[in-house]
C-alpha cells in the first residue's frame, strides 16, 4: 500500500486527507518511481483552493520530485530500476511515496546533484528557463525586476539572470529576506512593506524603469508593476500569490507605456518536449556551474498541508520539500 496525500473537496488546507492505496504495475510507456523528495509550489496551492481546475475529485496534488525507478514498463528503453531521475510539469500526482508516470516526463539526476536538490530545483528552474531565454530573453545590461525575490523561484531567477549580465532588483518582505535575497547575488533589496518599490525602482533607474519584471504576486503588485517597467519592456506574470489577478485593460499598456506582458505557462513550456530537455539540460549545467537551491522547509510526506499553509502565508523562504 502506497501512501498518497489525497485533495478530497475545493478548500482549505483541511481538504489534504492521507490514504493508502494500492500502486499497480506501470504500463507500457510508464516509469514506477519511488520518491525520495517531492517538491511543493504555489500552483499545488491554486489547485487546492480551485483557482486552477483538477481532472477529478479525489486528486492528489503535485507536479514535481525526485525519486529511484522501481520498475518499467515494456516499451521503456532508457531508463532501468535504480536510475535516479526527477520530473516537473503534469501529469498530478507527486504528493505520493511512489507513482507510476510516463517515462518521457523523467529526467536522470547528474551525479554530483543530490535529489533533494533537483527536486527543489526542477519546475522553478524549468520555469526561470522560459522567463529568461524565451519570453524575454535577458541579455547582458539589462535591468529586471524580481517580486518575491527570496521565494524559491526569485533566487533561481536572480541567480541565473546575474549569469546572464543582467542587474537584478527584487522586492522582499523583510530584512532577513533580504539578506538572503543579496547572498544568492541580488543588486537591490525592495522592502515592499515599507517602502514604495515603484518609486525606488525608477530610482534606481534613473527615471527609466526596468526591461523586464517577473511578477508571481498579482493583484496591485501587478496593476503598480506597470509603472516600474520602461517603455517597450515586458511584465512577465507568472504567478498570483495574492489570490487574484487584476482586470488590465489594453489602453493601460499603451500607447503612454507602450508595454507588453506576458502570462506564459511553465506547464505549456515542459509539455513541450524539445523546450523541456533543453531546459532541464540547461538548469543541471547551472547546477553544475553553481547555482544555488536553498531549500527553506522540508516535511513529512504527511504533514503537506503544513507545507502549503505556510507557503501560502508566506512564511517561508526558498524552495519546500515533502519527504516520503
Do not use: C
Amino acid at each position: 500500500m502506497t501512501l498518497k496525500i489525497a485533495m478530497t473537496a475545493v478548500g482549505g488546507v483541511e481538504v489534504l486527507k492521507p490514504v493508502r492505496a494500492d500502486l499497480p504495475p506501470p504500463s507500457a510507456d510508464e516509469v514506477r518511481l519511488h520518491h525520495t523528495a517531492i517538491g511543493v509550489n504555489f500552483v499545488d496551492i491554486y489547485q487546492r483552493m480551485g483557482l486552477y481546475p483538477v481532472p477529478a475529485m479525489p486528486a492528489v496534488l503535485g507536479v514535481e520530485g525526485a525519486g529511484v525507478v522501481e520498475a518499467v514498463g515494456a516499451n521503456v528503453k532508457m531508463l532501468r530500476p535504480g536510475d535516479r531521475v526527477a520530473y516537473a510539469g503534469l501529469p498530478l500526482g507527486s504528493y505520493a511515496e511512489a507513482r507510476n508516470l510516463p517515462a518521457n516526463r523523467l529526467v536522470r539526476i547528474p551525479d554530483g546533484v543530490d535529489d533533494h536538490i533537483a527536486a527543489a530545483a526542477m519546475l522553478r528552474g524549468v520555469t526561470a528557463h522560459m522567463l529568461l531565454y524565451r519570453v524575454y530573453p535577458v541579455r547582458p545590461g539589462m535591468v529586471v525586476l524580481v517580486h518575491a525575490a527570496a521565494g524559491g523561484l526569485g533566487l533561481i531567477l536572480t541567480q541565473w539572470a546575474k549569469r546572464l549580465g543582467a542587474t537584478v532588483i527584487g522586492t522582499v518582505g523583510s530584512h532577513e529576506k533580504a539578506d538572503l535575497a543579496m547572498s544568492h547575488g541580488l543588486d537591490h533589496a525592495l522592502l515592499y512593506r515599507e517602502t514604495d518599490f515603484v518609486a525606488q525602482v525608477r530610482r534606481l533607474t534613473d527615471g527609466g524603469g526596468v526591461d523586464v519584471a517577473y511578477d508571481g504576486v498579482g493583484g496591485e503588485t501587478l496593476t503598480r508593476t506597470l509603472d516600474a517597467v520602461k517603455p517597450f519592456g515586458m511584465i512577465a506574470s507568472v504567478g498570483q500569490a495574492s489570490g487574484t489577478l487584476p482586470a488590465i485593460a489594453l489602453g493601460e499598456l499603451g500607447p503612454r507605456r507602450s508595454l507588453s506582458i506576458a502570462r506564459p505557462s511553465s506547464f505549456a513550456y515542459a509539455n513541450d518536449t524539445v523546450s523541456y530537455a533543453l531546459a532541464t539540460a540547461s538548469l543541471f549545467e547551472e547546477l553544475g556551474r553553481g547555482l544555488k537551491i536553498n531549500v527553506g522547509l522540508e516535511l513529512p510526506l504527511v504533514d503537506a498541508a503544513q507545507a502549503q499553509a505556510q507557503l501560502e502565508i508566506g512564511a517561508t523562504v526558498g524552495s519546500i520539500l515533502l519527504r516520503p
